[in-house]
């Protein structure tokens, strides 16, 4: 309901606005993909919601302002992405003085970082594009209709990709159980994806005719 609500101040601020909404998404989710949660006794981690609300940032882009536009937002939040990882790894390579007490915390989240990222660029992008193509063909399919219908589509195809490269990739040894991960995130992106988009396809409606 946050991100929801977040999707659409972003799309009522503008264009801009919702391009550095997904990215910040992005940044959250790779940060908070290590923490795990223990949900009806599976772990899961703590970023799906967050992937969800980088699709219907997406969406809103290609809807609202065009293919163009939402092209180049994959690109931008890759850059993003590419510009975090970089920058981290050089933080962490700096030697802390003595009185430094946040290195070893750092260096916990942040290791994981490369492998993370890399990860989740490959999924990321795999996934993304995928969206994007399926999008904007259920849109020709359906006549420009049914706006609801299409993002849960395009989403539902793309995260199952997501999640199983990403799992795989990003994850496999470094978790509890990969296979509770996949299930879970995949059926906690469905449920946040089910309650979030009528929320904000209704709202970004309601603030584009009222421009």
């Not at 163009?68 to 690109?75: D, G, M, Q």
């Not at 799992?167 to 994806?193: E, P, Q, R, T």
Request: aromatic share 12%; with cysteine; net charge positive.
């Amino acid at each position: 309901i946050v991100i929801s609500v977040g999707t659409i101040i972003a799309l009522r601020l503008g264009k801009e606005a919702l391009v550095a909404f997904l990215c910040i998404q992005a940044l959250i989710a790779n940060i908070f993909v290590s923490k795990q949660i223990l949900l009806f006794g599976l772990c899961v981690t703590g970023t799906d919601a967050f992937i969800i609300g980088c699709d219907l940032s997406l969406n809103l882009l290609q809807e609202y302002f065009g293919r163009k536009v939402a092209n180049k937002t994959i690109w931008i939040s890759f850059s993003v992405l590419l510009f975090y990882l970089v920058m981290t790894q050089i933080q962490l390579f700096y030697i802390p003085n003595c009185y430094d007490t946040m290195h070893p915390p750092f260096q916990m989240i942040l290791g994981m970082a490369p492998r993370i990222i890399l990860a989740s660029l490959v999924a990321y992008l795999t996934a993304i594009k995928v969206e994007y193509i399926l999008y904007q063909w259920l849109k020709s399919k359906l006549n420009g209709r049914f706006l609801i219908l299409r993002n849960y589509g395009a989403i539902i195809v793309s995260q199952l990709l997501d999640t199983i490269i990403f799992s795989i990739l990003g994850l496999w040894g470094s978790v509890h159980s990969i296979i509770h991960i996949m299930i879970l995130s995949y059926i906690i992106k469905l449920i946040a994806l089910f309650i979030a988009t009528p929320l904000v396809f209704t709202g970004s409606k309601y603030f584009i005719n009222h421009r």
